[in-house]
């Protein structure tokens, strides 16, 4: 039910984009699996007819499709906004890699309005509030996986002294530096003695 409520929307907002829709029939019959990690849900998107349908997955591998794009949801989600992301280290893609970067310009072109949308189901009185709401929620999951990032940086530099701190790197550096100035100076007098003798 959510799927198809969501189809309808994407559908929906397509229609009214008359440059997007002749892109879509290039599409025909292309299939993107979608694969959540860390929710380990599958989801396969068809394109049929200048249309999207979406639909749910017991496997990765019940139906052929030409992209596999994997990764957390927020990352997934993220391509919304940014269609950047589809290429970056927290997805992966494996497939056609011409139909990712097809996709990625077809995202990139789309200016999806959430709000507009969800007013079709709410009204304009919980349309606003709610992509408020989902427009906070995206900043704070960011802003608190970035902050977690950095406390496990920090603990694993200073706690448990798993990983170097910038001054020990930076003197590690320095005492490199000096192993092979070191060992050029040798070389080059190993070379004087051996031309004398």
């Known amino acids: 039910m959510i799927l198809a409520t969501l189809s309808h929307a994407v559908n929906h907002a397509l229609s009214q984009d008359p440059e997007i829709l002749p892109r879509l029939s290039d599409l025909q019959d292309r299939r993107i699996h979608l694969h959540l990690t860390d929710l380990n849900q599958y989801f396969t998107v068809h394109f049929d007819q200048q249309k999207i349908h979406l639909s749910g997955l017991q496997s990765p591998d019940i139906d052929q499709a030409d ?3 994997s990764g957390r949801s927020l990352a997934l989600i993220k391509l919304a906004r ?7 280290a927290d997805i992966t893609i ?21 709000e507009q949308q969800l007013a079709q189901f709410t009204g304009d009185t919980l349309a606003h509030p ?3 709401g989902i427009q906070s929620f995206h900043r704070w999951a960011s802003q608190t996986t970035q902050d977690f990032t950095l406390d496990i940086a920090e603990y694993l530099r200073e706690e448990s002294r798993i ?4 001054s ?11 192993i092979r100035g070191d060992m050029d100076r040798l070389e080059a007098r190993v070379q004087r003695l051996q031309a004398n003798i």
């Open 67 to 69: 992209l596999h794009i």
């Open 82 to 88: 940014d269609p950047d992301a589809l290429f970056s």
């Open 94 to 114: 494996k497939g056609d890699i011409q139909f990712a970067k097809t996709l990625q310009d077809l995202l990139a072109d789309f200016d999806f309005d959430w």
């Open 130 to 132: 709610i992509a408020n």
């Open 163 to 166: 990983l170097p701190d910038a």
């Open 168 to 178: 020990e790197v930076n003197s590690f550096m320095k005492g490199v530096d000096k």
